[in-house]
């Protein structure tokens, strides 16, 4: 089977896109021919920033993967007459997604498409003409509901997270929080870090910010003192092997796959009380 895997990923290292690398390597294996279509932008060679109609191959995947230059559905367009899939899945995030993931979605023509929902605001699509696809998976099964109340037929497919990427011994150094923006909490964790400053924090950064914003983050960080801001990696086990917590006070955006990652490890979660983390951390 073909599969083309659209969205507005970047090729960087937040969870969509490590699910995505991972269950499109997992296909592989199996023996599913996997395509990646993403915008572009991202950290990968040759991305960064150039603008034109057309499609660009960036190296060192299991899959077929491309950036998109140009509208979203003239590059998908582009790489379903390349490829002929079998069907689309469509990844959808917040609703600054939305003007990439609806033209997608729109664009499947005849081919079987799937509308992959990571978070609840793009639900709102769905109300949208012209965005009927013909299958929903939902990465927390608490958030289908309001798929199935409208009609649709929905799956639910928790994010793929592979152990041994993930497993580690740890030393109980620090505080994990993953992801430091206000839509993942951060005003609450820099509260708690305030409120206990014998304990040392690691901020680890993962969706890319404004230099601005990323900077007053340091500010911040800097001036409670037990606060140690991280960049962005490849390998996460640096810094899960040194938690003894992780902080996961995250607004019901979906099923957080960080807190699967930290209890491979034996590490204990703090989350906030929203459903999709109510799911991901079980009765743990």
Not at 176 to 181: D, E, G, M, R, T
Request: net charge neutral; glycine share 10%; aromatic share 8%.
């Amino acid at each position: 089977m073909r599969i083309v895997f659209a969205g507005k990923q970047h090729f960087e290292t937040g969870g969509i896109e490590s699910s995505t690398d991972q269950l499109g390597n997992r296909l592989v294996a199996r023996g599913h021919d996997v395509v990646v279509l993403a915008a572009p932008g991202g950290p990968a060679a040759g991305v960064g920033g150039r603008r034109g109609a057309g499609l660009e191959e960036v190296p060192g995947y299991a899959y077929r993967a491309f950036a998109a230059h140009g509208p979203p559905a003239d590059a998908l367009g582009l790489l379903m007459g390349r490829f002929s899939p079998d069907a689309v899945v469509v990844n959808a995030g917040g609703r600054w997604w939305h003007d990439w993931t609806r033209p997608l979605v729109r664009a499947t023509g005849s081919v079987p498409s799937v509308l992959y929902v990571n978070d609840r605001e793009a639900l709102e699509l769905l109300s949208e003409p012209g965005v009927r696809p013909d299958m929903i998976w939902r990465c927390a099964e608490s958030h289908a509901v309001v798929a199935r109340a409208a009609g649709h037929e929905v799956r639910t497919i928790p994010s793929l997270v592979e152990p041994d990427l993930y497993r580690t011994t740890t030393t109980g150094e620090a505080v994990l929080y993953v992801n430091p923006v206000k839509s993942k909490g951060v005003r609450t964790a820099l509260t708690l870090a305030a409120s206990r400053r014998d304990v040392p924090f690691i901020f680890l950064r993962s969706w890319r910010q404004a230099d601005e914003k990323f900077a007053e983050l340091h500010r911040m960080a800097a001036a409670l003192g037990n606060v140690e801001v991280a960049d962005t990696t490849a390998d996460p086990r640096e810094f899960y092997a040194l938690a003894r917590l992780l902080l996961a006070p995250y607004d019901d955006f979906g099923r957080p796959r960080v807190i699967a990652e930290a209890q491979i490890s034996g590490i204990p979660v703090l989350a906030l009380d929203e459903a999709g983390n109510r799911e991901a951390v079980g009765p743990g």
